[in-house]
């Protein structure tokens, strides 16, 4: 199928060909995208999914890629980017209102600056609104379902779908987004008014901490493994003595266990590896299962 002319000329955005993926994941890792395309708004992304429906064309979602394996092979059809070009915030009361490829950060620093509280604890979750709501993203106690209400979503048809916080279906690491197969456009969460003016001051607070204590400066997918019933992946992993462990291009942050970052140039096959590797040795030595957490997309 020659995709150049299929979309020539098309509205749904920036559309490029060939592109690698590897620019688009914090692990720096992923082969080309036959197809990849940036749609700007609502009706460029709704157009986009028909379009690829009607003519059968497989659609692939990411978001800012900070949660993503990509194969070393890439992804045949056409990439769905919601990153920078699908970013927008607006504000009714203390409803604040995302598209989905605002980054997580930037809509809690918006809350802050508006005098509303809420969204500190999950400030410094990499990645996009999308990704976090899809996943129910959390950290320090809190969770997204815990302040989302609204989300809006489309299917790989188009259709689009609006869900109440209960009709999301919110578990660990989990949503109703994941069951039908969904693309979150955008998510409404409510919030509070910063009565106490402590917000700013949490903020920083938990910033500084995971400064602190996670490789923020490295290349890594954030936390690699799910949380196991009665233990925690980094604590499992320091006790079986692979701290700083390393392989290649892949290796055990020395600084947060439950983080693998990319030294160098590892390919995903390595790093699949790798992970499995670090996940058999715990299963060996504390009888814990490890469940990979960073989805692994591509052809394999």
């Known amino acids: 199928m020659d995709l150049k002319s299929i979309y020539e000329g098309k509205k749904f955005g920036e559309i490029l060909f060939c592109e690698p993926l590897k620019d688009y994941t914090t692990w720096g890792i992923g082969g080309p995208a036959d197809v990849l395309?940036?749609?700007?708004?609502?009706?460029?992304?709704?157009?986009?999914?028909?379009?690829?429906?009607?003519?059968k064309i497989h659609t692939t979602v990411i978001g800012r890629g900070s949660n993503l394996l990509i194969t070393d092979k890439g992804i045949r059809g056409c990439v769905l980017v919601?990153?920078?070009?699908?970013?927008?915030?607006?504000?009714e009361d203390t409803e604040l209102t995302v598209l989905a490829g605002t980054k997580l950060n930037k809509a809690a620093l918006?809350?802050?600056?508006?005098?509303?509280?809420?969204?500190?604890?999950?400030?410094g979750i990499p990645g996009s609104v999308g990704g976090a709501v899809a996943m129910n993203a959390g950290a320090y106690n809190r969770e997204i379902k815990d302040i989302c209400i609204n989300v809006k979503a489309f299917d790989l048809s188009?259709?689009?779908?609006?869900?109440?916080?209960?009709?999301?279906?919110?578990?660990?690491?989990?949503?109703?987004?994941?069951?039908?197969?969904l693309i979150v456009s955008s998510a409404t969460f409510k919030l509070f008014y910063d009565t106490e003016n402590k917000a700013e001051e949490k903020y920083d607070d938990y910033t500084n901490r995971r400064e602190t204590k996670q490789p923020l400066d490295k290349k890594s997918a954030g936390s690699t493994f799910k949380r196991p019933?009665?233990?925690?992946?980094?604590?499992?992993i320091d006790e079986c003595g692979l701290r700083g462990y390393r392989v290649g291009d892949c290796q055990v942050s020395e600084k947060h266990c439950g983080f693998i970052i990319n030294t160098g140039d590892a390919t995903s096959r390595e790093m699949l590896d790798f992970i499995e590797e670090v996940a058999g040795i715990v299963k060996e030595k504390t009888g814990f299962t490890l469940e990979r957490e960073v989805k692994l997309i591509g052809d394999l």
């Open 229 to 236: 019933e009665g233990s925690y992946a980094s604590k499992l």
């Open 82 to 91: 919601l990153a920078d070009n699908y970013d927008c915030i607006s504000l």
């Open 37 to 55: 395309v940036k749609p700007h708004n609502e009706k460029e992304l709704q157009d986009l999914l028909i379009f690829n429906n009607e003519n």
């Open 110 to 123: 918006y809350a802050i600056e508006n005098k509303l509280t809420g969204m500190e604890e999950v400030s």
């Open 158 to 181: 188009g259709n689009e779908y609006n869900f109440t916080n209960d009709e999301m279906n919110f578990s660990y690491r989990h949503s109703k987004i994941f069951e039908q197969d």
